[in-house]
């Protein structure tokens, strides 16, 4: 990847990331609250639909860019010399290889701010506190394992989806996709993804939010989908499953849209590449 492009994506990538975790942040906080294990309105109902959102603002521009620098480099990386129709298997690993990449940056945000979403009377600032001094630093990266595990499987769906999608709109139009056609590819894409993951979610909302030393706060994604399976049932297994579809294909709408059309508009300008 030359360092035009690399520049493109982390810019891109992150004002993408930026527009999307803020304009949807409120249908998050419904979701991560119909997952939590107190339920819906003891973890605050419609209240505080703000709760957390500093720890996302902070989070959101570089979680996003490392996601996609990573994308657009394994991408290149691994089709280098291979066949075109091993492009959906390049897609999948590219994407895979980002996710695990930008979860260093995304699971601290995220455990912090769903944290502060199921307890509206506390602070982004105190909810910090409290995990480092509680758990360590090591608390901040509880449920890393779980969201990888969610993450992988999401973008296995979503990124190969995407890029066919917009190639067949491309081939059935005659020339490239326009920004918005690039949106609407990913909304579809990301709502499939969303429904076949949900209970990956669930299990990954559980983990974090899980009392320190209790038995599901372990990290065992495996434990805690049986734990929700033997208590709640199928219904538990898809809590939140219509705000996360509705979150995802909003979120793909526009995080995937606004990074199309930034790089469309940052390749129009000379970017400093000098090192």
Not at 254 to 261: E, T, W
């Amino acid at each position: 990847m030359e360092r035009r492009d690399f520049l493109v994506s982390l810019t891109a990538g992150g004002v993408a990331g930026v527009c999307v975790d803020l304009v949807l942040f409120p249908l998050d906080t419904f979701k991560t609250r119909l997952q939590s294990p107190q339920g819906f309105y003891p973890a605050g109902g419609f209240r505080g639909i703000y709760a957390g959102v500093p720890s996302t603002a902070i989070g959101s521009f570089p979680n996003a860019a490392a996601f996609f620098v990573t994308y657009e480099y394994g991408k290149v990386l691994l089709s280098s010399g291979s066949s075109s129709y091993l492009s959906p298997v390049t897609h999948m690993a590219a994407a895979s290889l980002g996710e695990v990449v930008a979860c260093l940056i995304r699971v601290p945000s995220e455990v912090i701010k769903q944290r502060a979403q199921v307890c509206p009377s506390s602070t982004t600032y105190q909810m910090l506190v409290n995990t480092l001094r509680q758990e360590g630093f090591r608390g901040l990266y509880r449920g890393y394992k779980s969201t990888v595990l969610r993450e992988i499987p999401f973008s296995i769906v979503q990124f190969p989806l995407w890029e066919f999608l917009k190639d067949l709109w491309s081939w059935k139009q005659g020339h490239v996709v326009d920004s918005w056609q690039s949106a609407v590819c990913g909304a579809f894409a990301g709502g499939c993804a969303a429904a076949v993951t949900t209970p990956l979610d669930v299990a990954k909302t559980r983990i974090m939010l899980a009392k320190t030393g209790s038995s599901t706060a372990r990290g065992n994604v495996v434990f805690a989908l049986r734990s929700i399976w033997r208590t709640q049932g199928i219904a538990g297994l898809f809590a939140g499953i219509v705000p996360r579809i509705t979150t995802i294909s909003l979120g793909g709408f526009i995080f995937l849209g606004v990074y199309d059309k930034a790089c469309k508009v940052l390749f129009q300008f000379d970017l400093p590449i000098s090192s």
